[in-house]
């Protein structure tokens, strides 16, 4: 089992930052890729960005919505993964998830709330 543990999220300003932290801790011998998603109200979860580390380099994709403004980064030593949100929109606001992938099963954190204001 993987547990994933999300913080940072809260209120933030239109234009504004924000960075999201997962941690993750259980039986992560192997652990890949690590993501965010994000689930806006009467909305389907959606990819935020993803990490995928294939042994030799660490690849990284966004959602469209999100290019040139978030940025996604992975410390594989602390079993951590990390978004960089910068110059938010009111679009931005959802519950975030952090996801890992162990062999052949998927985990979710509990998510964290990011409100973006006006």
């Known amino acids: 089992q993987v547990q994933l543990v999300e913080s940072g999220g809260g209120l933030v300003q239109a234009g504004g930052s924000l960075n999201l932290s997962c941690a993750a801790s259980?039986?992560?011998?192997?652990?890949?890729?690590m993501a965010w998603y994000r689930q806006a109200p009467g909305k389907q979860r959606e990819l935020v960005a993803r990490?995928?580390?294939?042994?030799?380099?660490?690849?990284?994709n966004y959602a469209d919505s999100v290019k040139g403004r978030f940025t996604i980064s992975r410390d594989s030593a602390r079993n951590r993964v990390y978004l960089q949100m910068n110059n938010v929109n009111a679009d931005d606001t959802a519950v975030y998830y952090c996801?890992?992938?162990?062999?052949?099963?998927?985990?979710w954190g509990q998510g964290t709330q990011v409100t973006v204001s006006s």
């Open positions: 259980g039986s992560i011998s192997s652990i890949n890729p």
């Open positions: 990490s995928t580390n294939n042994g030799r380099a660490n690849y990284v």
């Open positions: 996801y890992a992938k162990s062999g052949y099963k998927d985990f």
